[in-house]
């Protein structure tokens, strides 16, 4: 049967997802999902829809979406790009932007889904190693890379990278540089969309899966030049976005207030948290995500811990 797949395929480590328990009364914060329900609007929305609208083909490029998320943004809607998740944004934007054979970089650690699209496209993952405690560090020159994918706030690390040293490395880098904005809601008002105004390689993805409590739904968007954007369009899917999907997503985003009481209650928590388990000895990352990054107390693993909270 293996003369049946494509050798790369056969080689691929596949991606695996966040585990899904089906423990009772388990707290579930292995995926950083949003504890928080989303909008009520979101909840009227689905009772007002009209399952007989299901018969037809949806929007193919998210019309009303792409007009709310430019507006909320200062952007013009073909600056928009609306995905199944950001996860498909991250896998055309490789598909995109480099060639068969060439390659794309990131920075070490980071988002671990990465190197899985990179490799699935057939392109090399190079890495940039990051400094003890994480924060930014210039990408060498003449890096052999026609993309790089720079997630802000980072993940596992939480850590925010000032805009300032980001378009810098943009204006130097001659590929796209893709600014992975999934956690970007809890980090106090910082945001890369200034680089998608001045820059024309600066491309920002965002999700509705953490900040707007919608994992469920698969909703992410791209920001970008007209020419960035109109190359995702090529490759997409002809309906890539449901119908349910493009109406809910668009119903969450007309109630920001809800979105970002939720994210203050979260920020709240997370700074509470890191204060507690400094005081026990931890090794707490500055985080300006919904998670945090530790190192436990001396005698102590990250295994042993998962096993008792489990």
């Given amino acids: 049967m293996k003369n049946l797949i494509r050798p790369s395929v056969q080689e691929l480590v596949a991606y695996t997802p966040g585990e899904q328990p089906k423990v009772a009364g388990l707290i579930k914060l292995n995926t950083n999902e949003n504890p928080y329900p989303p909008s009520p609007a979101v909840t009227r929305r689905l009772r007002e829809f009209s399952a007989d609208s299901l018969r037809l083909y949806p929007d193919p490029v998210c019309s009303a979406l792409r007009e709310r998320i430019a507006g909320l943004c200062g952007v013009r809607s073909e600056q928009v790009f609306v995905g199944n998740g950001s996860d498909e944004v991250l896998r055309l934007a490789i598909?995109?932007?480099?060639?068969?054979?060439g390659a794309v970089a990131a920075f070490d650690p980071t988002y671990s889904l990465y190197p899985v699209l990179a490799a699935a496209e057939e392109v090399a993952y190079r890495t940039v190693p990051l400094p003890d405690g994480f924060g930014w560090t210039e990408p060498p020159e003449g890096m052999d890379a026609s993309l790089f994918l720079l997630?802000?706030?980072?993940?596992?690390?939480?850590?925010f990278y000032p805009v300032e040293a980001i378009r810098d490395f943009c204006v130097r880098f001659?590929?796209?540089?893709?600014?992975?904005?999934?956690y970007v809601d809890f980090s106090g008002g910082r945001d890369g969309l200034s680089l998608v105004r001045e820059l024309p390689n600066a491309l920002v993805c965002r999700t509705l899966s953490k900040s707007?409590?919608?994992a469920g739904l698969r909703i992410g968007y791209a920001i970008?030049?007209?020419?960035?954007?109109?190359?995702l369009y090529k490759l997409k899917d002809s309906y890539?976005?449901?119908?349910l999907a493009q109406a809910v997503a668009l119903a969450a985003m007309e109630d920001m207030a809800w979105m970002q009481d939720n994210a203050r209650r979260l920020v709240a928590t997370r700074e509470r948290v890191a204060a507690e388990l400094d005081q026990r000895g931890f090794r707490v990352v500055p985080s300006a995500a919904n998670f945090l990054f530790v190192e436990p107390p001396a005698g102590t693993s990250a295994a042993d811990l998962f096993a008792a909270l489990r």
Avoid: H
Wanted: a negative charge.
């Fill in 95 to 101: 598909r995109a932007f480099t060639e068969p054979g």
């Fill in 151 to 159: 997630a802000n706030p980072n993940a596992p690390t939480g850590v």
């Fill in 174 to 182: 001659p590929g796209v540089v893709l600014v992975d904005e999934a």
């Fill in 212 to 214: 707007f409590s919608l």
């Fill in 224 to 231: 970008g030049s007209p020419e960035l954007i109109g190359a």
């Fill in 240 to 243: 890539n976005v449901d119908r």
